[in-house]
């Protein structure tokens, strides 16, 4: 673990994004000054601060810890690997445990061939259910063969999202990984040694600088457009993976560039082991995904830090990086980030002019 004996910054992004100027010294782990300005115009290139630490939403396992069985975890250790990379892991698990925060439900259960579809009460109600008891819904595994039917699943649970909005202090949905599991009109991904040396061309035939708000089901596909429009309207938060090999990171660029940051959670979806419960993993050259047998696609491996550097080298902002990977996903977990009463937060991170970060924890 990066420990700092002192420190000193003169820059600090505040909860909202904004550079500010600032007087911030830290001396044998205390800040010893917490100083927070005026807001800075122009391009930035010097260190700062940012009140808080990078969030791994959606992990499947840390060290060695799997999360697909629990009771096999040690949480106090899982808290201490988290802790030396200076992260937030949010255990991704498959059987909801006290502390759920999200549940991936798929509107798909009503299918007619679902063999949900009579088990349970109306997906309204279940839908409702968990919001009002503070779980957010995270709409995911979708099938492919039925766009239309699945489209319109969504758009009766997003009724529910309209009339609970106002009631709930976060958005009332989620998405599970944004292109992945669902039906789509687009290639969205170049994974094989093959598919990449088409990636250049391919990419430059999809003219992904046209897709807009107008032509967005015609170009993505109906569920994918309609999950992007309840973002746009405040219903819901996508999770996008900038690995580059769950989706192109061009296409995740775009994304960024369509919505904005302030609706998007950066999703790792890491595992660090060679297995989840009982399924072995396998990886396959040219990517870092993490295969099921048949080559089913199981999980990433980049850590948040590698997927910052991603979205570096697309030239997305600061501003953009850290809503995305922080001040987001900090808000959906209820973590406080506010810095105008300046209070630092017990975790911040020091982003160095090189672009590395180190955590800093105040006692
Ligand atoms: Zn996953």
């Not at 673990?1 to 007087?23: K, Q």
């Not at 059987?95 to 798929?106: A, D, H, R």
């Not at 170009?219 to 819901?236: H, K, N, T």
Request: glycine letters at 4%.
């Amino acid at each position: 673990m990066n420990t700092w004996i002192a420190l000193s910054c003169h820059t600090l992004m505040d909860e909202f994004g904004t550079l500010r100027a600032a007087d911030l010294r830290y001396s044998l782990n205390h800040w010893t000054r917490f100083e927070v300005r005026h807001s800075l115009n122009g391009p930035y290139d010097d260190d700062f601060i940012v009140p808080g630490l990078p969030v791994e939403f959606h992990c499947h396992s840390i060290g060695p810890y799997d999360f697909t069985s629990m009771t096999s975890c040690n949480l106090r250790d899982i808290n201490y690997l988290a802790k030396a990379e200076g992260i937030l892991c949010i255990p991704h698990c498959f059987c909801p445990i006290t502390g759920s925060i999200t549940m991936v439900l798929s509107p798909d259960i009503l299918l007619d061939n679902s063999t949900l579809r009579s088990a349970y009460p109306s997906l309204e109600w279940i839908f409702e259910l968990l919001i009002e008891a503070g779980i957010q819904p995270a709409f995911g595994h979708f099938v492919k063969q039925q766009p239309v039917q699945s489209t319109e699943y969504v758009r009766t649970l997003l009724k529910v999202a309209e009339r609970l909005v106002d009631k709930v202090s976060k958005h009332p949905f989620l998405t599970d990984h944004l292109f992945n599991d669902m039906p789509r009109h687009f290639h969205h991904a170049w994974r094989t040694p093959q598919e990449k040396a088409q990636r250049t061309n391919d990419l430059k035939n999809m003219h992904i600088d046209n897709w807009n708000w107008d032509n967005l089901d015609e170009v993505l596909g109906e569920v994918p457009a309609i999950l992007l429009r309840a973002a746009r309207e405040g219903y819901l938060l996508i999770c996008l993976n900038f690995d580059g090999d769950h989706i192109d990171l061009e296409i995740c660029r775009r994304i960024v560039q369509l919505l904005g940051p302030d609706r998007i959670i950066a999703m790792t979806d890491r595992t660090d082991c060679n297995q989840l419960g009982d399924q072995k993993l396998e990886s396959h050259y040219g990517n870092s995904l993490r295969y099921q047998n048949e080559s089913v696609l199981a999980a990433g491996s980049q850590s948040i830090d590698q997927q910052i550097h991603n979205m570096r080298d697309i030239s997305l902002s600061e501003e953009q990086i850290w809503k995305m990977t922080c001040f987001v996903p900090s808000r959906v977990l209820n973590i406080p980030l506010e810095t105008c009463t300046n209070n630092p937060p017990e975790a911040c991170s020091y982003v160095s002019k090189s672009g590395e970060r180190f955590p800093i924890y105040s006692r």
